[in-house]
Each structure stands twice: as structure tokens, then as C-alpha cells.
């Protein structure tokens, strides 16, 4: 088991930048693929970026390809999202979550990951 716990987020205007932190307890961390995930009021989890255990492989979803950037730091067990050109529909709760399965792949799939934090606020205003 891994504890998670995210920070970076806030109230930012349209345009604006915002870095989200997940810190991760424990000596494994770079045993386990990361992710960020965000939910909005009404709407599903969805996943915003995935990055395997040693950085090497990320995955974007297609609406923040281009403005975000997810990496991750394993000697301070943290993992990092960078968000760039922030728009409204970017408001939602965002989650790190860590998947321990050793795929070789990071996993957009919510299911995959067995351990989440509990989520930071971002709120992009127009």
C-alpha cells in the first residue's frame, strides 16, 4: 500500500498555469505506474495522464494533449502535473492515483489503480 497525497490545486483564470504534486509515502514508489485522473460535478472519473514506473512511458488524454505534462520524480516519490493554457471545462477534482501491477504500460483505465489520493480542487475560471 502507498498513501497519496496531491496539492498544487487552486482558482485560476482562463489561460492560467497550475502545477499539481502527489507525495507518496513509502520506499516503493517507483514500483508503481502513476496516474492523474479528474471528476467534475455529475460526471465520471476520467483519466488525464498516466506515467509508467520509471517515466519512460506517459499517456494523455486527447482534450489536454499538448497543455499538460505529467512526470514523476522518484527520488522524492512525488509525481507532477503540469498545466499549461487552462480552460473552463478543466475544472474538476483531480486525483493521483498508483497502480502496483507492474504493467509494462501506464493504464488510463480507473480500475487499474489500486491505491488514490484524496483529490485537490482546480477551478479555471472563463
Known amino acids: 500500500q502507498v498513501q497519496l497525497v496531491e496539492s498544487g490545486g487552486g482558482l485560476v483564470q482562463a489561460g492560467d498555469s497550475l502545477r499539481l504534486s502527489c507525495a507518496a509515502s513509502?520506499?516503493?514508489?517507483?514500483?508503481?505506474?502513476m496516474g492523474w485522473f479528474r471528476q467534475a460535478p455529475g460526471m465520471e472519473r476520467e483519466s488525464v495522464a498516466a506515467?509508467?514506473?520509471?517515466?519512460?512511458?506517459?499517456y494523455y488524454a486527447d482534450s489536454v494533449k499538448g497543455r499538460f505534462t505529467i512526470s514523476r520524480d522518484n527520488a522524492k516519490n512525488t509525481v507532477y502535473l503540469q498545466m499549461n493554457s487552462l480552460k473552463p471545462e478543466d475544472t474538476a477534482v483531480y486525483y493521483c492515483?498508483?497502480?502496483?501491477?507492474?504493467?509494462?504500460?501506464?493504464?488510463?483505465?480507473?480500475?487499474?489503480?489500486?491505491?488514490w489520493g484524496q483529490g485537490t480542487q482546480v477551478t479555471v475560471s472563463s
Open positions: 492515483a498508483a497502480d502496483s501491477s507492474r504493467r509494462p504500460d501506464p493504464s488510463r483505465r480507473p480500475v487499474s489503480y489500486n491505491n
Open positions: 513509502g520506499r516503493t514508489f517507483s514500483s508503481y505506474a
Open positions: 506515467v509508467s514506473r520509471s517515466g519512460g512511458s506517459t
